[in-house]
Structures are given as structure tokens and as C-alpha cells.
């Protein structure tokens, strides 16, 4: 459980190391991303796939966030759907998860 904590908590920080990144790039801080792209079309396209990184990275840290208020009260280990306990190996593989395998549906 301690390890499942700090697995989360390292795998928090990369996210926001990432996001900060997208957003640098949608202000045009960083010009990295922007060197190997000469056509403005592709620049745009290339947003479009920044923002949905974004997003996705977003849903995937606020899915985190909830996993680690859960563990904070002690119920890192029940479904927050039916409250049964979830299978330890699924929370080796899915550390983030709140669900058991029934109640998640994969
Ligand atoms: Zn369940």
C-alpha cells in the first residue's frame, strides 16, 4: 500500500512535468516541438494532437488525485462502486484504479 502511494505520487509528478510541458508549448515558450515542422498546416495539426494529449493526460491525473484521497482514507484497497476489496495484482498493474475487475468492466 505504501508502495502503491509513492508509485502514485511519482507517477503524479510526471504528469504534471508533462502537462507543463503541452502548456509551454501552446504558449510557444518552447520551441523544440516547433523546429521540425515547416508547413503551418502541420503546426496546427500538431496542436490538435497536443490538446488532446492534454486532455488525456488531465483525465488521467485527476484519475490520480481521486486514487490518492482514496489510500489518504484508508480505502485505497475497496471498489468505490460495490466496496469489495480489488485484487492486488490488478492494483500492481492499474496502480490508479478505484474499481474492481467487475465493477470496471475489463
Ligand atoms: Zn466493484
Avoid: W
Avoid at 523544440?32 to 490538446?51: G, H, I, P, R, S
Avoid at 480505502?75 to 495484482?89: A, F, K, V, Y
Avoid at 492499474?94 to 475487475?101: A, F, G, I, S
Amino acid at each position: 500500500m505504501t508502495n502503491r502511494k509513492s508509485e502514485l505520487e511519482t507517477l503524479r509528478a510526471d504528469l504534471k512535468a508533462r502537462l507543463a510541458r503541452y502548456e509551454a508549448h501552446q504558449r510557444r515558450e518552447d520551441g523544440a516541438l516547433e523546429k521540425d515542422f515547416e508547413e503551418q498546416a502541420t503546426q496546427t495539426q500538431n496542436d490538435e494532437v497536443v490538446d488532446s494529449l492534454e486532455t488525456e493526460t488531465r483525465d488521467e491525473l485527476s484519475q490520480i488525485e481521486h486514487a490518492l484521497e482514496r489510500i489518504e482514507h484508508g480505502l485505497g484497497d475497496s471498489c468505490e462502486s460495490c466496496g469489495e476489496p480489488i485484487d492486488p495484482r490488478r492494483l500492481q498493474v492499474l496502480p490508479y484504479t478505484t474499481l474492481c475487475v467487475d465493477c470496471a468492466g475489463d
